[in-house]
Each structure stands twice: as structure tokens, then as C-alpha cells.
């Protein structure tokens, strides 16, 4: 009876974990990332990205969004050089169920599976990784990378949306804050 009153619970966190944007974060800890204030975008580099050209529009208004609000602006003579990559893979959870209480095979009596048989969800979904790097457009070096992970979606009403919420949550982490 205990399992039954946390099922709920399991699932919600199932649910949540399955929409929400996970995300982590490297950088130079030499970099004085006060002093970037412009960036451009490495062409060549989201040019070999392997995503519609409409994904990749969707990815560089948000970045331009962010990087806006955050006061970075665009520049010919860029402080720093933006480049993402992205990936995807399949996923599929399968989740079994099984209820029943009696006597049973080895089991004696209590919890028993096999007596009321149970149910099997099937659940596939695509998650997709971004990847947004941040290079000194001087030193030619990478000074910051920040990732985010999460599940995508094939609606087209809501993939602008998606997109944002991997952007924001990606680069709310940059500037780095130092400790």
C-alpha cells in the first residue's frame, strides 16, 4: 500500500525531469570575462551544424535575444566568437507495473505479480543536446562552453519555445559567476 501512495509522486518527478532543461558549464577561470563586451558568430562552424537551417535560425535569434539582454552586442570586430553544436539521440523508457495481492509461487503471501497480471507504458522521445561555445576572438581560445540537455519536441508550434528555453537556460550561466 506504502508503493501505491508514492506512485504519484514518482511520476511527477518522472514527468518534470522528462520537460525541464538540464544544464552545466566550463570555463577558463583565467579569463577576465569582464572586458568581452561584442560578439559575432563563427559562420564556418554552425555552417557544418547538422540541423535545418530554420533550427538554426530558431537557435541564433534566441542567442541574439539573450546575448542582448544581457547588454552583448553584435560586431564586426567581435570580443568574443560564438559557435553551437547540437546532437540527438532516441530514448525509449519502459515502465512495468504489476499489481496484485495473494498467495503466488515462492512468494507467500502478500505482494504477488503474477496474480492480477499488470500494465507496460512504452514511452520514446528524441533528446537533444546544445552546445554553445564561447571563444576569445584575440587568443583564439575557448574561455567558456555551456551545455543543455532535455527532451525535443516535433511540434512545430512549440519548437521556437523549446529552442528559447535551451538558449536562456544555457546562457544564464555566462558570464560566469567567479567563487
Known sequence: MKALKFLPLL???????????????DYDKNADFSQYKTYAYQKSGIDKVEISDLDKKRILRSIDEVMGAKGFTKSENPDVIVNFFTKE??????????????FGWGWGFGW????????????????????????????KELIWQGQGEGVLTKNIDKKDEKVKEFVT?????????KK
Open 11 to 25: 511520476l511527477l518527478f518522472i514527468f518534470t525531469s522528462c520537460s525541464s532543461v538540464r544544464v552545466n558549464q
Open 89 to 102: 539521440r532516441e530514448q525509449v523508457d519502459v515502465n512495468q507495473f504489476n499489481a496484485g495481492w495473494g
Open 112 to 139: 504477488n505479480p503474477w496474480l492480477w497480471g499488470g500494465t507496460t507504458s512504452i514511452y520514446r522521445y528524441t533528446e537533444g543536446t546544445l552546445t554553445i561555445d564561447i571563444i576569445d576572438a584575440k587568443k
Open 169 to 177: 537556460k544555457i546562457l544564464e550561466q555566462y558570464p560566469p559567476k
